[in-house]
């Protein structure tokens, strides 16, 4: 204490600036970390908005809260690249404009409705897609989080085909041969997944021409996309 008052007011206006520089410094730190594990991160919410849409599927409450998690990969995703300030504003527009329709929908059943919550829904998937495979691929950097990057567009790639097939379904129901009576949104994640990978249980197969051509278009993408995005992210560690 004695020494602490012999210090005069500019050495403690120091002491007290190396503080404050220390504590900048630490929480300059931890937004680094948590920048160098962001699709790592986006990886996990966009799994657990899969799972949530999968464990209470008929739940309004559930519905509420894939939403909220599908927006929060959405934006993430917006702020985890590097894309121009009006690219950025028009996707969180999108992506405030999709919540807006999603929250109505659960408690509006409406195809009208439904339709263009898909389109939208659509539109964003998309708009993610392209920002997140461009992003990596700029991305010169071997490590870890370039791989979970790449398997979150994978997986984004199974999100957006399994909302086509869902609003085929309900547009002209019978497009798909489905076990019972169950047309759920987890049905379609689960058949669209099943796709991507060529895996082809043969438990929920399409019906009519237009789903058939995008099932194959689908394995398609997914062959080329582990052959030739995946392949270059993981040949880094060999550089």
Excluded at 205 to 213: D, G, K, Q, S, Y
Aim: hydrophobic content about 50%; glycine content about 8%; charged content about 15%.
């Amino acid at each position: 204490m004695n020494a602490w008052i012999s210090l005069g007011p500019k050495m403690r206006t120091i002491v007290h600036g190396t503080e404050a520089s220390n504590k900048a410094m630490s929480s300059i730190e931890k937004s680094q970390t948590l920048a160098n594990w962001r699709w790592t991160c986006l990886l996990v919410l966009l799994l657990a908005a899969m799972f949530q849409s999968a464990a209470l599927d008929e739940n309004d409450a559930s519905e509420l809260v894939t939403v909220a998690l599908y927006a929060l990969v959405f934006t993430g995703t917006l702020f985890a690249a590097k894309i121009a300030r009006p690219f950025r504003v028009t996707g969180l527009t999108l992506v405030a404009l999709w919540v807006l329709v999603g929250t109505a929908s659960a408690f509006i059943q409406a195809n009208s409705a439904g339709l263009f919550f898909v389109a939208v829904s659509v539109c964003i998937l998309v708009g993610c897609l392209f920002v997140t495979i461009s992003e990596l691929a700029r991305n010169k950097d071997a490590g870890l989080d370039p791989i979970m990057g790449a398997v979150f567009g994978y997986i984004l790639i199974g999100v957006t085909w399994s909302l086509l097939y869902a609003q085929i379904e309900l547009e002209t129901p019978g497009s798909f041969n489905l076990p019972g009576e169950n047309r759920s949104s987890s049905e379609f994640i689960y058949f669209s997944l099943v796709t991507l990978t060529s895996l082809g249980y043969g438990d929920i197969t399409p019906a009519r021409p237009t789903p058939r051509v995008l099932a194959g278009l689908q394995a398609a993408v997914g062959t080329i996309y582990i052959a030739v995005f995946i392949g270059r992210v993981i040949s880094r560690f060999k550089d």
